[in-house]
T-cell receptor, first 113, second 113 residues
Framework: ETGVTQTPRHLVMGMTNKKSLKCEQH?????MYWYKQSAKKPLELMFV???????ENNSVPSRFSPECPNSSHLFLHLHTLQPEDSALYLC????????????FGSGTRLTVV | DQQVKQNSPSLSVQEGRISILNCDYT??????FLWYKKYPAEGPTFLIS?????DKNEDGRFTVFLNKSAKHLSLHIVPSQPGDSAVYFC????????????FGKGTKLSVKP
């Protein structure tokens, strides 16, 4: 496996469900990110982790909970989501948070029903 | 309010001709700019970047121009190839931001054979 891998690729969940998105990078990078792309909107930064420490939380509702257990893995735990949370969730990694040549995963398409 | 704007949702160009993708920004604190390219069902891929101390950066067929006084940058692709057909995102960052890239909504480029 190379690059940044996200699972699942597609997820449909009810508003009362709890689910998790997984991201794994095989590039030896030390920074990881969650971005959200809603329909007809730009990509929006949600969370930044550097050396496994969260350094940015971009005013994201608490129903989204990130976890970075090590430098290769990043999770986004979801609970009691709303239909407007339906979007493409993209994970990215980089070598240092000032290196903007991110490597993105293919994303998880989330639909909340 | 959008800080990075790509006002053309789509662009169609003949193979072999020049493609010019435009991007405007409003925040004068931005000091680093990037272009990403995205194919369907894949994550964005870093293409080229430019620092605010420069006005041009070239990489093969791709050149980015920065006009700081106009708060405008453009991506030139010469010659355009059918494989360049993708969505192109402009992004910007400012010094001191913790890995926070601000993206435009993207321009879909179609290069016709």
């Amino acid at each position: 496996e190379t690059g940044v891998t996200q699972t699942p690729r597609h997820l449909v969940m009810g508003m009362t469900n709890k689910k998790s998105l997984k991201c794994e990078q095989h590039l030896g990078h030390n920074a990881m990110y969650w971005y959200k792309q809603s329909a007809k909107k730009p990509l929006e930064l949600m969370f930044v982790y550097s050396l496994e420490e969260r350094v940015e939380n971009n005013s994201v509702p608490s129903r989204f909970s990130p976890e970075c257990p090590n430098s290769s893995h990043l999770f986004l735990h979801l609970h009691t989501l709303q239909p407007e949370d339906s979007a493409l969730y993209l994970c990215a990694s980089s070598q240092g948070i000032l290196n903007y040549g991110y490597t993105f995963g293919s994303g998880t398409r989330l639909t909340v029903v | 309010d959008q800080q990075v704007k790509q006002n053309s949702p789509s662009l169609s160009v003949q193979e072999g001709r020049i493609s010019i993708l435009n991007c405007d920004y409003t925040n004068s604190m931005f000091d680093y700019f990037l272009w990403y390219k995205k194919y369907p069902a894949e994550g964005p891929t870093f293409l080229i970047s430019i620092s605010s101390i420069k006005d041009k950066n070239e990489d093969g067929r791709f050149t980015v121009f920065l006009n700081k006084s106009a708060k405008h940058l453009s991506l030139h692709i010469v010659p355009s190839q059918p494989g360049d057909s993708a969505v192109y995102f402009c992004a910007a960052s400012r010094r001191g931001s913790q890995g926070n890239l601000i993206f435009g909504k993207g321009t879909k480029l179609s290069v016709k054979p």
